[in-house]
C-alpha cells in the first residue's frame, strides 16, 4: 500500500486501486441484533451547526446481507439538522428507495437541551413523538411496506447536500450529539403497558454507563455524499453518556466539558444542592430536596470519563434528602485521590457535581 497527500487530502492506493480519505470524522454506533415492529426511544441532545447532521434511527443492513440494489431498503430515521434550532427531520424510506420526508417543527431546540423522542413501528402504523407527544403518524402504504428486520443506529455526519443542510464551515468543529439513554419496547398488541394503546412492553434500556460490545458495534465505514469517515474513536462512551463526535481528522475523541452535559428538562421535581465538604477526605455529602417520592440513582466517573462506583437511593417521601459517597470504587476499595465527577438523577433530571477527594 502506497499513501499521499494531495491539497491535505489522504489518498491510498492499493493494488491499483485509489481510495480517497474524507475530509473529517464522524461516529456511528449500530446494534449487532436487527429488530422489527416495537416503540423506539431516545433521550438526546443534538449537535448545532449549520452542514452537520445527528440521527436516532433503523435501517435494514441489507448490503451486510450481500443483497444489492434499493429495493431491498427499508428505514424509519429521526434526524436533527444543525440548521435549525426548532425542528425535527422525520422520514421513511421503503423498497426501490420510495422517501417520505417531513421536517417538523417541535417548539423547542433540540440542540440546547436533552428531550426524549420515539417512534413507534407496527404493521399498521408509524408514529413520531417528542416528549411523549404526537408529531407525525404515518398509516399509508409507506406503512404496510416497512417489514424486514432492522438495526437502531444513531450516527453524526456531514452530509453534501447544501439545499438540506446548509453551508458547512469546518471552523465549527468539534461538535458533538450527546445520548442519555436508548429503550426498545417490542410490540405486544393488546398485552402491553406502554405506549399508544399500551401495545408496548419494555425488552431492554440501555443507560451507556459503559460500551455493552454484546448489543452495539461501532461503525467503521463511509458512504456516498457523506464527507466523513466514521471512525471508533469518535463514538465515546464518558460521564454516563454515549457521544458522538464530528471532527477533523487530527482531532478525534471527545475534548468537551463533562459539565456541559446535563439534563435538566422537568424543572421542580428534583433540585441538587452544592456538594459539601469539597474537597473531601472521607464523606461527601449531595443534598437534594424531592418533590415527591421515588428512586434517585448516583454514579461517580473519573476524569476520563468511567464509571467508578454507582448506587440506587429509594426514597418513601418528599423533602430534604442526602446522597453520599464514601471514596471508595465499586469492589470497596478506597480510590486515588483528585478530581471526580458525581451524577445525580432521576426519571426528569440529571446534574453533575465535580468533587475533589483528598487522601
Not at 151 to 157: F, G, L, R
Request: overall charge negative; aromatic content about 16%.
Amino acid at each position: 500500500m502506497q499513501r499521499f497527500y494531495l491539497n491535505n487530502i489522504l489518498i491510498f492506493i492499493i493494488s491499483g486501486s485509489i481510495l480517497v480519505a474524507k475530509p473529517y470524522r464522524g461516529g456511528e454506533l449500530r446494534t449487532i441484533d436487527t429488530y422489527r415492529y416495537g416503540r423506539y426511544e431516545v433521550r438526546m441532545k443534538s449537535a448545532a451547526g449549520s452542514g452537520v447532521v445527528s440521527s436516532f434511527f433503523t435501517y435494514r443492513d441489507f448490503w451486510s446481507d450481500g443483497l444489492t440494489g434499493s429495493q431491498h431498503w427499508n428505514e424509519i430515521d429521526l434526524e436533527w439538522l444543525g440548521n435549525h434550532d426548532d425542528k425535527v427531520q422525520t422520514n421513511l424510506i421503503i423498497q426501490n428507495g420510495w422517501d417520505l420526508p417531513e421536517l417538523v417543527d417541535i417548539g423547542i431546540n433540540p440542540h440546547e437541551d436533552f428531550h426524549t423522542y420515539a417512534f413507534e413501528w407496527t404493521p399498521d402504523y408509524v408514529a413520531f413523538f417528542v416528549d411523549e407527544q404526537v408529531i407525525r403518524w404515518v398509516d399509508n402504504f409507506y406503512a404496510d411496506s416497512l417489514y424486514h428486520y432492522q438495526k437502531i443506529m444513531m450516527n453524526i455526519w456531514q452530509p453534501t447536500w447544501v439545499d438540506w443542510v446548509g453551508e458547512f464551515d469546518s471552523d465549527i468543529l468539534p461538535v458533538y450529539a450527546f445520548y442519555d439513554w436508548v429503550k426498545y419496547y417490542a410490540y405486544v398488541a393488546g398485552s402491553g403497558n406502554t405506549g399508544t394503546d399500551n401495545n408496548f412492553i419494555l425488552l431492554w434500556e440501555d443507560d451507556f454507563d459503559s460500551w455493552n460490545t454484546e448489543r452495539w458495534q461501532k461503525a467503521t465505514h463511509t458512504f456516498d455524499n457523506n464527507n466523513v469517515d466514521f471512525i471508533e474513536e469518535n463514538v465515546v462512551f464518558q460521564y454516563g453518556h454515549m457521544i458522538l463526535c464530528m471532527t477533523t481528522p487530527s482531532n478525534t475523541g471527545y475534548n468537551g466539558d463533562p459539565l456541559d452535559i446535563e439534563l435538566n428538562y422537568v424543572p421542580g421535581s428534583i433540585s441538587v444542592g452544592h456538594a459539601y465538604p469539597n474537597p473531601f477526605n472521607h464523606n461527601v455529602v449531595v443534598p437534594i430536596s424531592l418533590d415527591q417520592p421515588g428512586e434517585v440513582q448516583f454514579s461517580i466517573y473519573d476524569i476520563r470519563g468511567q464509571l467508578i462506583a454507582s448506587g440506587l437511593n429509594k426514597f418513601l417521601d418528599r423533602g430534604k434528602k442526602k446522597i453520599r459517597w464514601n471514596g471508595t470504587n465499586q469492589y470497596g476499595k478506597t480510590v486515588s485521590a483528585g478530581t471526580y465527577f458525581l451524577r445525580v438523577r432521576n426519571k426528569d433530571l440529571s446534574k453533575t457535581k465535580k468533587i475533589v477527594y483528598l487522601k
